[in-house]
């Protein structure tokens, strides 16, 4: 029976890793996921038969908990709209985290016979597992907009850094004390890591959310690696640290399309800049949709810029109306896509993917950036600080040097928004003040909507 | 087990998982992240192996928790990503283009 259990998680692992490989290109990626759903379901199955599961009760107690949770994840997650995936996202790896975290609890509790080596990696694993439990769950709770204020205070950095400190240091007692330290030890060890978590992801803002899920993404990974380990466990090994690597690669990507270091994402309180913002000068012009939809009708090359407004409206279905209307009209369109817009990387490209828009009018930062000065309307549809010059030119804005869509190059530029607020980041932009500016104030799906009938009249 | 062949196994799986991402395009990093959040949640072995270790009450209430919140990561995982790469099937995606 043994056999059989090594040679499934050796199957699984494979699986895993086919599986991810080929998630990796558009045209074979759902098969991945599927290759890496047989391999899941063959390593929990065969898990049922090892040795250390024995006795009907405890085979009662896990097949509950699977059914419970494997029940509500799996309704939750059919039912979510697209645009809510990345909280989705959050949420899962959080339970993953807390699933690493109390594998290792229950290790710990036991104190029996582990190495030295196996007993620093299960503290390891406890520490960055539940870090990556209750930093999800933050995060989650605002990208769902349950918790909306970003909290910060003064000399927080330092009663994160002292609580970040407390925790190891009580970490270290526990992982070389041998049988000898005491519950108490473990469990402020536990609160004080679950602690953690929360305060490093509270003062993060929304804009950021993306590469600090990616990040906890791979923590999770890494947590259940060292889990791995200590279970003797070589699927987790594998598994974990693959995902741990991958999504540190991830996370780099990322921060890099924001070029903001990953340290500057996590420890700088974005939004305040260091001196004073540059004042932003003219006003924002308002234009009527019937206006709109002539400008775009009787022009030759328009690009449309998305972004989390547009998720938020659920707008892309209309979208893709309206740019199929200018299409019939000879107008060439295109979507620009910043590789932060949204709140994910390839958010953007999911929601138009599930609009029905071909690829090939889809363009990247680099691919389209040169385009902007012969284009003939650029329509920016919720989206902010990736269309926002003072990135190119102010270099008291927090955003200041990340590469943007230079929309502002174009002859002219709308602006579909809700209101006439900051947005998400709260940044000034500069673009809404242009002269070539003129903003058309409205829910996106509404906007769009509108200028699809209004086209059609003209 | 050996901590060296643990080293070899860490450092292996390491690469792979760089190597995999390094060459994937910007549109699939979000099922991608997805995609690796489902593989972690093989965690649920794991989680079901410490109940089968746990011997008190405490114990085996964690276990619980393991089991059910390494099921969730398994399961949402999995619904979620496949719901986004759906979109992305090859026949979905609409022949017409430029209405000429």
Known sequence: ?458 | MEGFVALYIFMLAAFTGYEIISKVPVILHTPLMSGSNFVHGIVLVGAMVAVGHAESRIEMIIGFFAVLLAAGNAAGGYVVTERMLEMFKSDKKPAKKGGH
């Open chain 1, 1 to 458: 029976m043994d056999f059989i259990i090594q040679a499934s998680y050796f199957a699984a692992a494979v699986l895993f890793i086919y599986g991810l490989k080929k998630m990796s290109s558009p045209a074979d990626a759902r098969k991945g996921i599927v290759w890496a759903g047989v391999g899941m379901v063959i390593a929990t199955l065969v898990t049922f038969f090892h040795p250390a599961i024995h006795g009907l009760d405890k085979v009662i107690v896990i097949a509950i908990a699977m059914g419970l949770g494997g029940y509500l994840a799996w309704t939750s997650g059919k039912k979510v709209e697209m645009t809510d995936m990345p909280q989705m996202v959050a949420l899962y790896n959080g339970m993953g985290g807390g699933a690493a975290a109390a594998i290792a609890a229950v290790m710990l509790i036991r104190q029996d016979g582990m190495s030295q080596t196996v007993q620093i990696l299960a503290v390891i694993g406890a520490l960055i597992g539940t870090m990556a439990f209750s930093g999800s769950l933050i995060a989650y709770a605002k990208l769902q907009g349950i918790m909306r204020k970003t909290i910060r205070f003064p000399m927080q950095q330092l009663v994160n850094a002292s609580t970040f400190i407390i925790t190891v240091i009580l970490g270290l007692m526990i992982a070389f004390g041998g049988a000898e330290y005491s519950m108490g030890t473990l469990t402020i060890f536990f609160l004080l890591a679950l602690a953690f978590g929360v305060m490093m992801t509270v003062p993060i803002g929304g804009a950021d959310m993306p590469v600090v899920i990616s990040l906890f993404n791979a923590l999770t990974g890494l947590a259940v690696g060292f889990e791995g380990y200590v279970l003797e466990n070589p699927a987790m090994m594998i598994a974990g640290i693959v995902v741990g690597s991958a999504g540190f690669l991830l996370t780099q990507l990322m921060a890099k399309a924001m070029n903001r270091p990953i340290s500057n994402v996590l420890f700088s309180n974005f939004g305040e800049a260091s001196g004073e913002a540059q004042e932003v000068s003219g006003t924002m012009k308002e234009i009527e949709s019937s206006d709109v939809a002539v400008m775009m009708a009787f022009a030759e090359k328009v690009i449309i810029v998305p972004g989390y407004g547009m998720a938020v409206a659920q707008a892309q279905h209309k979208m893709w109306e309206l740019v199929k209307q200018l299409q019939e009209r000879d107008v060439t369109v295109k979507f620009a896509i910043h590789p932060v817009a949204g709140r994910m990387p390839g958010h953007m490209n999911v929601l138009l993917a599930e609009a029905g828009v071909p690829y090939d009018i889809i363009y990247d930062l680099d691919e389209i950036n040169e385009e902007f000065a012969t284009t003939d309307v650029t329509m920016v549809v919720g989206a902010n600080d990736v269309v926002n010059p003072a990135a190119r030119t102010d270099p008291n804005s927090p955003i200041y040097g990340m590469p943007i869509l230079n929309a502002d190059a174009s002859k002219n530029v709308i602006v579909v928004k809700r209101g006439k607020g900051k947005g998400f980041s709260g940044i000034e932009n500069h673009l809404f003040f242009g002269d070539n500016t003129r903003m058309l104030y409205g829910d996106a799906q509404q906007v769009a909507g509108d200028l699809v009938s209004d086209i059609k009249e003209i």
